[in-house]
């Protein structure tokens, strides 16, 4: 039986560090209030006019697709997670073929709004598609430029002072052989909590969700029938045009989902916590992360926090936080990796590797 394995794995962080001295200059906030709730030193921000998700993450494809040992144009299938896309549309699937400059129009791309767990979720469709023999060289990117769409005001801070920049990317292969490779995948949602973390406009929603919730909110759509409902100026001069999030209950239910998402499946292929050499958790908060870590009973050496450097980095984090380890020679052949990420949705994912 077929299995898909990482072939080649590749980073990118833009070199500009914002320290949170620097955001506590636009915004009332401080570094010991960050270090102490969420773990974050310094993140990473992008150069504007210059990087953008999809050029961040083509310099980790790069990377990777080099380490797979492959040529670009082997590429045959892009799937693109981010939440923080260049354009509405067309994705950031195409734009990195093209700045890839990959020329065969036989490779097929895709790109998901799945946001943090993007990337395990795009591990789980590139698995598919490897074990149906459909595919062989599946390119998954996971990157974000968040700091074109955050808020530096003090209204934003809680959301603001967590995100940071970059991309991850792996080169994913069919592999015949039984040690390595993708266990399984364990993907889950629940749209209840949809606006709980959300960045609703611009979008054409027109009011409609959150009206049907029983909050009004003024968009400035007026009584038009046609016309301008995307954007209104009133969005604009109502600074509603921001990432929201209800941090606590998010936190709350994260704590809930990243436990039960890994038990499910080391459960499903007859291993146990105290089998897992690296757990490579989404970095959504480094207080987060040390709770699950507790209760799957592991050592500092077997989880890779990397959020005190570079932040949350949404669908780029876990393949980053993986690179990292693996460049470290924190994961070596035969080991059990386990991925794991919660977030906005919410969606919520697993997977395990036999590296
Ligand atoms: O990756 C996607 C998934 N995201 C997550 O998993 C994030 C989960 N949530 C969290 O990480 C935390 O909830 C936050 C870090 C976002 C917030 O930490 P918290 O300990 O839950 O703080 P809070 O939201 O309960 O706010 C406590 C206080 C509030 O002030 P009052 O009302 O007590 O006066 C906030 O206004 O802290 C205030 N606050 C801040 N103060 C200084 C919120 N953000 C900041 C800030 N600096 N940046």
């Known amino acids: 039986m077929l299995r898909s394995h990482i072939a080649g794995i590749g980073s990118y962080v833009p070199e500009r560090v914002v320290t949170n001295d620097e955001l506590a200059q636009l915004m009332d906030t401080s570094d010991e209030w960050i270090q102490e709730r969420t773990g974050i030193k310094t993140r990473h921000y992008g150069k504007k006019h210059k990087e953008t998700s999809t050029t961040m993450g083509a310099r980790a494809a790069e990377i990777a697709i080099s380490r797979a040992g492959i040529s670009k144009d082997d590429i045959d299938f892009i799937i693109f997670a981010t939440l923080s896309p260049d354009y509405y549309f067309p994705g950031c699937g195409v734009l990195l073929q093209r700045e890839l400059g990959i020329t065969n129009t036989e490779c097929g791309a895709l790109d998901i709004r799945n946001q943090c767990s993007g990337f395990v979720y795009g591990l789980s469709i590139a698995d598919q598609f490897i074990k149906t023999g459909m595919y062989k060289n599946i390119l998954l990117v996971g990157a974000e430029m968040h700091s074109m769409g955050l808020d530096y005001s003090t209204e934003g801070r809680n959301v603001t002072v967590i995100f940071g920049d970059g991309a991850g990317a792996v080169v994913i292969q069919p592999t015949e052989d039984e040690n390595k490779g993708v266990l399984c995948t364990k993907l889950h949602s629940n749209g209840t909590y949809a606006e709980k973390l959300a960045f609703i406009n611009p979008g054409a929603h027109g009011g409609y969700h959150l009206d049907k919730m029983g909050e009004s909110v ?138």
């Open 218 to 355: 003024d968009f400035g759509y007026g009584n038009d029938e046609f016309g301008g409902i995307f954007v209104t100026q009133h969005m604009v001069t109502h600074r509603q045009l921001f990432p929201y999030m209800d941090g606590q209950f998010v936190f709350k239910m994260a704590v809930v989902k990243f436990p039960e998402v890994i038990k499910e499946a080391l459960d499903s292929v007859g291993l146990s916590q105290s089998d897992i050499n690296m757990f490579i958790p989404h970095q959504a908060n480094l207080r987060i992360s040390a709770f699950v870590q507790h209760k799957l009973g592991l050592g500092d050496h077997q989880v890779w926090n990397n959020i005190q450097r570079i932040g949350n980095t949404t669908a780029a984090s876990v393949p980053i936080a993986l690179c990292e380890a693996v460049e470290a020679g924190a994961v070596k052949p035969g080991d059990l990796v386990c991925l794991a990420a919660f977030g906005s949705g919410f969606t919520w994912a697993s997977a395990l590797i036999r590296w």
